[in-house]
């Protein structure tokens, strides 16, 4: 241990205390050993952290200190650049410095495994291994400066519907090669100081009291050197989860946490050297953070500039027909859209950042010299006096006769959310109506997308020119522009694929599960490991981005015909800007398995590199794979592994652009035989995933499909939901009482049903007290009727809880 002269020197209970938060956003220091207190804050793309002045209570309010607001991660994914993350986290780190923030809840690893989930925003893409590069970039840009990073949310958390008690049931090879290899990559590339553990459970177990994920893997196999942290509110068992190796459990119990590992020690359940080691982790954390607290500052207009640049770099060029892009100064342009002037630049939830500035493509563009006659085209208040039909009259007016008519559209909050997921990629659809009937009086369209998530675009073929912004951080306006009129080559890539419809997806038919289950059955086939595999035609694909300027591949060569898959190959070739303008190109280098007796995705990603050149400009890339890169998780020896035989390496501009091919084969040293099951599970070899037989899937699975409903009536506890009761006679009628304020959809609904119990407790300030919770269970279980002082109290309580409902999204 680190730190066992200070361990010696604590009572029981102080050891204990350390386990828990101080309060909402603290951890507990010991004033006589000189330990201090130290402040966590949200999040990945800015620093949220409560505004003492303004905010009586311990959480915070959504708006926190002035901050910069960088982009979020599903855009700096797009940029395909470490290098330029790693810039940005440096830039967090010194934000931290100043406020005095020790730990920053981020970044979110998880993968996109449907584009419904409503925190895509906050995640990098559908690949782990692009996710994984970024990431681990990120973590080691803000830990250089000495503030500590949460990985987060570890792991299957994938959706937000019921995402704090479903069970994601997902076979392990498919939990290896998908969902954990961001985290992997990141632990081993980074070592963050801190994982979070993620609210749902995992093959039946809570990811807070896994040990299997939290020791076995996480510690013992990846050699992972930090703390690991509850989700806000993620605790069922304290003890179980202290065992699994969980440390910290956050917010502060207010001692009922303390007060259960005291006694599970002295009754023997945890050995106090298991304990002490434990408190070791967070005291590390801690001491390390100590060691930079001070007075600093940073300046904030350096600050927006770079993300000014870092937004330009990750905006992705998805059409650009006839050159219309870029717009010359001099234009004369309709810009349409309240979006140019109230810009969407950040998700909605928990990372929501108090943005220092805000620049707007409106104001950004006409400092750029053109001609603009501006149209709202439409409104994200809830009420407005305008109607749809004036609304788009003045859009088609504004766009009548002018050089171009650049189209702000995209997706609002009430879209995506962390807390809900979508039921559909569309956009509003006064959005779709504005598209087509300004294309009908305009030839010259350009559509500039805001949102976090994929959508579908059924006006696509109808516009000239579509730039996807994503959420660009408060500079997003201002990057857009330099983008469209040429002061900045667009060089970003898709980090997930756009399909031509919803039920394209291969998850289409499993999202978000059943009530007490959510089943990944297109188990490997996530993303374009999916569609390129299955031949599904797509809007466009993974790793698709254009520029203005034209780029040519040629000379492949590999260092090796022939290698074992302890040895490591060297792949080269040589990038040319052929076009007239300097620009940058991404790289992309596949590995596809020719033959093999397990199923495998078509190709998958294995190395990339961001080449920036000058017009005229020819560069060699350099690329190194390993036994990873050719190797899947064979499930029969817990390990990765390489059959045998021939592969072929793949270099391209996309998943479905590829340039450069070469054949190498590849000789195991392991003597295993690869997994079978052409038998037993046929449609996985020709990824016809989309409506698995359970048969088949228990195959893959390795056992049986657990139950898909809660059976927990009439036994009902703290970590079950207002949704669980609803079999019951009382708990139907609160249920349906809820509905009436809440909806049938939505964040409000979503929080209010689905989020258990014990949140309720932890997270709705006061409202909901432990004496109050195990009544309601009573009621709500049907051993005490709904009738006098308990009904009134509930039906009161309501309309509080309801307008308490932002508070609980400061669950991380």
Request: aromatic content about 8%; overall charge negative.
């Amino acid at each position: 241990m680190k730190h066992s002269d200070l361990i010696k020197q604590m009572t029981l209970e102080e050891k204990a205390n350390f386990c828990s938060g101080l309060d909402y956003w603290h951890t507990p220091g010991l004033e006589k050993l000189d330990i201090p207190v130290v402040m966590w804050t949200d999040g990945p793309h800015g620093i949220r952290k409560r505004n003492e002045k303004k905010d009586k209570d311990q959480q915070m309010s959504l708006k926190g200190v002035p901050a910069i607001c960088f982009p979020t991660a599903a855009t700096t994914a797009c940029s395909w650049d470490p290098e330029l993350i790693y810039e940005m986290g440096v830039l967090l780190g010194e934000e931290c410095l100043k406020e005095q923030v020790s730990v920053l809840l981020g970044p979110g690893t998880n993968i996109k495994r449907s584009p419904l989930c409503g925190r895509n925003f906050e995640y990098f893409s559908e690949d782990p291994y692009l996710a994984g590069e970024i990431s681990a970039a990120f973590v080691n840009g803000v830990q250089s400066k000495g503030i500590g990073t949460s990985l987060k949310h570890f792991a299957g958390n994938n959706q937000e519907t019921r995402r704090m008690t479903v069970d994601s049931v997902v076979d392990e090879r498919a939990f290896r090669e998908i969902y954990l290899t961001s985290f992997e990559k990141t632990v081993k590339q980074a070592q963050p100081w801190t994982i979070m553990c993620a609210y749902n459970r995992l093959n039946g177990t809570y990811c807070a009291e896994n040990k299997w994920l939290l020791t076995d893997v996480l510690r013992d196999e990846w050699g992972f050197e930090g703390m690991i942290v509850t989700d806000w509110g993620a605790e069922n068992d304290r003890v179980a989860g202290l065992l699994a190796g969980q440390e910290l459990e956050m917010p502060t119990s207010n001692g009922e946490g303390d007060r259960q590992i005291v006694e599970a020690v002295k009754d023997g359940r945890i050995p106090e050297e298991f304990l002490d080691k434990m408190v070791d982790n967070v005291l590390d954390v801690i001491l390390r953070s100590k060691d930079v607290l001070g007075e600093y500052e940073y300046d904030t207009a350096a600050h927006h500039q770079k993300a000014r640049e870092i937004a330009a770099q990750c905006m992705v060029l998805l059409k650009n027909d006839n050159a219309l892009l870029p717009l010359k100064r001099t234009a004369n342009v309709a810009v349409i859209g309240e979006m140019a002037k109230k810009p969407r630049y950040q998700g909605a939830g928990s990372s929501i950042v108090n943005a220092i500035k805000i620049d707007t493509a409106f104001d950004s563009i006409v400092e750029k010299g053109a001609s603009v006659t501006y149209a709202a085209g439409y409104s994200t208040a809830k009420k407005n006096k305008i109607s749809d039909e004036q609304f788009i009259a003045e859009a088609v007016e504004a766009a009548k006769g002018k050089d171009a008519a650049i189209l702000f559209i995209g997706l609002t909050e009430e879209f995506e959310s962390e807390g809900f997921d979508r039921t559909h990629i569309g956009i509003p659809a006064l959005h779709t109506k504005l598209v087509d009937a300004v294309t009908a009086v305009n030839p010259n369209v350009i559509v500039a997308i805001s949102g976090g998530a994929v959508i579908e675009m059924p006006w696509a073929n109808k516009v000239q020119a579509i730039l996807n912004c994503y959420l660009g951080g408060e500079a997003s306006g201002s990057a857009a522009a330099d983008i469209l009129f040429g002061d900045v080559n667009p060089s970003g890539k898709l980090a997930e694929t756009y399909p031509l419809s919803l039920s394209d997806n291969p998850s289409f038919n499993y999202f978000p599960g059943n009530v007490s289950t959510v089943e990944y059955r297109e188990s490997v086939f996530v993303g374009y490991r999916y569609y390129d595999t299955a031949k599904k035609n797509v809007q466009f694909p993974f790793g698709y981005g254009l520029s203005y300027t034209s780029f040519e591949y040629s000379d492949l060569t590999v260092s090796a015909d022939s290698i074992k898959d302890t040895d490591e190959v060297t792949v080269s070739f040589k990038v040319k800007n052929t076009g007239s303008v300097d620009g940058a190109e991404v790289a992309q280098l596949y590995v596809k398995d020719n033959e093999s007796t397990i199923y495998r995705p078509e190709k998958e990603l294995r190395a990339f590199k961001k080449v920036f050149l000058k017009a005229g400009e020819e560069q060699t890339v350099t690329l190194t794979l390993g036994k990873r890169a050719f190797a899947y998780y064979n499930v029969n020896i817990h390990d990765w592994h390489v059959e045998t035989g021939a592969f072929t390496i793949c270099v391209g501009a996309s998943s479905r652009d590829i340039k450069l091919t070469a054949e190498i084969t590849v000789e195991s040293t392991v003597d295993a035989a690869a997994p079978d099951y052409k038998a037993v599970a046929p449609a996985y070899y020709s990824a016809d995933v989309m409506n698995v037989p359970d048969e088949q899937f228990v195959a893959v699975l390795g056992r049986e499909l657990p139950p898909t409903a809660v059976v927990a009536y009439p036994n009902l506890t703290i970590a079950n939901t207002l949704e669980d009761s609803e079999v019951g006679k009382n708990g139907k009628k609160i249920v349906k009482l809820l509905r009436k304020f809440v909806g049938t959809e939505g964040m409000a609904c979503a929080i209010a049903l689905q989020t258990p119990v014990k949140n309720f407790i932890s997270m709705s300030l006061g409202v909901f007290s432990p004496k109050m919770a195990q009544e309601l269970l009573d009621v709500l279980n049907d051993k005490k009727p709904l009738v006098g002082g308990l009904a009134a109290m509930i039906i009161k309580a309501i309309p509080k809880v309801i307008a308490g409902l932002p508070a609980l999204m400061k669950s991380i």
